[in-house]
């Protein structure tokens, strides 16, 4: 195997940010509390809502 670009284990281990669009709720999620599904062009974070369990797809934070 060869490896051309070695990934960024810190960028893999991001929160994502969540706002629930039935209840209205807000909240942030370590990667190990949502999972990655796929879309027409990107991975994106997926989570239920933790007051009304609602499956809430969200947005990883970018700390800089």
């Known amino acids: 195997m060869?490896?051309?670009k070695e990934g960024n284990l810190e960028k893999a281990k991001r929160p994502a940010r969540f706002v629930c669009w039935r209840c209205g709720?807000?909240?942030e999620a370590n990667n190990d509390e949502y999972i990655l599904?796929?879309?027409q062009r990107e991975m994106?974070?997926?989570c239920n809502?933790?007051?009304c369990n609602e499956r809430v797809s969200g947005k990883v934070v970018i700390y800089r």
Do not use: L
Request: hydrophobic residues 25%; aromatic residues 20%; negative net charge.
């Open 37 to 39: 599904e796929e879309g």
């Open 25 to 27: 709720c807000e909240w």
């Open 2 to 4: 060869k490896i051309f």
């Open 44 to 46: 994106y974070p997926v």
């Open 49 to 51: 809502c933790p007051c």
